[in-house]
């Protein structure tokens, strides 16, 4: 059986040395509706929950301001989770595998929140957000939080704000994360820069699961689980050992740590005790080497660039002589008047001329 969860130890902070407490912006800094929000969080009131992450969710440019600071009053709260991040194939049993976790990890004392992407209509932008209705039990328990969003075309099978996300989630005392992405694909391996450990579902049965699979998944895999294994145990056997021996040829141990492979039935609860102590291994194991807090602050500075990213691509979608120019520049280029690069430079121009 699992063990009895103890008082999970304060962590270093995530972040790279940086700021000092005095230099970042703290609760007296917020307006009174913010500061109510950040007290809500801390003193675990859902309402309070959803109502910070929708706020970190707005495109809005006040919006953006005000989560900015509402993270930054949360963030010495945040960083004493487990965060994993679990995919697989569609059909392979991600929800179920997680109701089943979540509560046989709620029985023992944890807190879990769910961080769950459904993939968005290309069309309309809209999505299912079916999560909650796939996890009936899980989502009334009141020790669990379960948050759909649409992935909204983002790459990674996260949705844009997943991050932000995590955190409120640990300032309002929930100790796993699981981060449910959209399905299999290359770009899935976003999501294990933001987690401890990323774990991939699998079914026996699969047709060759050396082909069935994405190498770059089994790259990044610190545990793979073959679901359903009770409909037929022989078949999952084979696909066990299989994947075993791709990861050894993939992968490379790291932090004492070499990925392993688990066959579990989440319909029946079987093997979810061993998948569960396995976690807690690799946990262990990071601890120990140095590794988790040196992974976290990696993920931050990534984060960090990240939004550098998606800020600048912003700012130069606003700028207004660019959006005059925009739209005759890409029918230039698709008549074939103008080269891609020409056209590219030229706008790029606009953006430097504007100065800062």
Request: glycine share 8%.
């Given at each position: 059986?699992?063990?009895?969860p103890?008082e999970?130890p304060r962590?270093p902070s995530a ?6 407490d005095?230099d970042?912006?703290?609760k ?7 500061r109510a929000?950040v007290?809500g ?13 929708t706020?970190v ?6 919006h953006?301001?005000r989560a900015a600071g509402?993270?930054d009053?949360l963030?010495p ?5 487990i965060r994993?991040?679990?995919?697989g194939?569609?059909g392979?049993?991600k929800?179920t595998?997680?109701e ?11 807190r879990?929140a769910v961080?769950?992407?459904?993939p ?9 957000l079916g999560?909650k209705t796939r ?6 328990d ?5 948050r ?5 075309g ?7 704000k997943?991050?932000?996300a995590?955190?409120?989630?640990e300032?309002?005392g ?5 981060i449910?992405?959209v399905?299999?694909g290359?770009s899935?391996?976003?999501?294990a820069g933001?987690?401890d ?7 026996p049965?699969a ?8 190498k770059?998944?089994?790259e990044v895999?610190?545990?793979i689980?073959?679901?359903k ?5 022989d078949?999952?056997?084979?696909a066990?050992?299989q ?8 992968r490379r141990p790291t932090?004492?740590?070499r990925?392993?492979v688990?066959?579990?039935?989440a319909?029946r609860n079987?093997?979810?005790?061993k998948?569960?102590?396995?976690v807690?291994?690799?946990r262990a194991?990071?601890q120990e ?5 040196e992974?976290r ?6 984060w960090m660039?990240s ?11 606003e700028?207004?002589?660019?959006r005059?120019e ?5 029918r230039?280029v698709?008549e074939?008047r103008t080269t ?9 121009d606009f953006?430097?001329?504007a100065?800062?």
């Amino acid at each position: 059986m699992l063990s009895d969860p103890a008082e999970p130890p304060r962590e270093p902070s995530a972040l790279p040395a940086g700021p000092t407490d005095d230099d970042r912006p703290s609760k007296a800094t917020l307006d009174e509706a913010d500061r109510a929000l950040v007290e809500g969080v801390l003193k675990r009131q859902p309402r309070a929950l959803a109502k910070a992450i929708t706020l970190v969710e707005s495109t809005r440019s006040d919006h953006r301001r005000r989560a900015a600071g509402v993270l930054d009053a949360l963030l010495p709260h945040t960083g004493r989770s487990i965060r994993l991040g679990i995919s697989g194939s569609p059909g392979a049993g991600k929800s179920t595998f997680i109701e089943v976790l979540g509560l046989e990890l709620i029985r023992l004392g944890h807190r879990v929140a769910v961080l769950a992407v459904d993939p968005s209509s290309s069309i309309s932008g809209g999505s299912i957000l079916g999560d909650k209705t796939r996890m009936e039990r899980l989502s009334v328990d009141p020790d669990a939080y379960i948050r759909p969003s649409p992935s909204r075309g983002s790459l990674g099978g996260v949705a844009d704000k997943t991050r932000e996300a995590m955190l409120i989630c640990e300032a309002a005392g929930f100790d796993v994360l699981l981060i449910e992405t959209v399905g299999v694909g290359q770009s899935e391996t976003t999501v294990a820069g933001m987690v401890d450990a990323f774990v991939l579902i699998q079914l026996p049965n699969a047709g060759d699961d050396l082909q069935a699979i994405k190498k770059g998944i089994v790259e990044v895999a610190d545990l793979i689980v073959v679901n359903k294994a009770d409909i037929d145990p022989d078949a999952a056997e084979l696909a066990r050992r299989q994947l075993a021996g791709a990861l050894s040829l993939l992968r490379r141990p790291t932090a004492g740590w070499r990925p392993v492979v688990v066959s579990v039935s989440a319909a029946r609860n079987q093997g979810i005790d061993k998948f569960w102590g396995e976690v807690e291994r690799l946990r262990a194991a990071l601890q120990e080497s140095g590794e988790l807090d040196e992974k976290r602050r990696r993920q931050s500075v990534d984060w960090m660039w990240s939004l550098i990213d998606q800020g600048l691509r912003s700012r130069f979608r606003e700028n207004p002589r660019v959006r005059r120019e925009l739209e005759p520049a890409s029918r230039s280029v698709a008549e074939g008047r103008t080269t891609a690069a020409a056209a590219a430079y030229r706008l790029l121009d606009f953006v430097e001329a504007a100065g800062p």
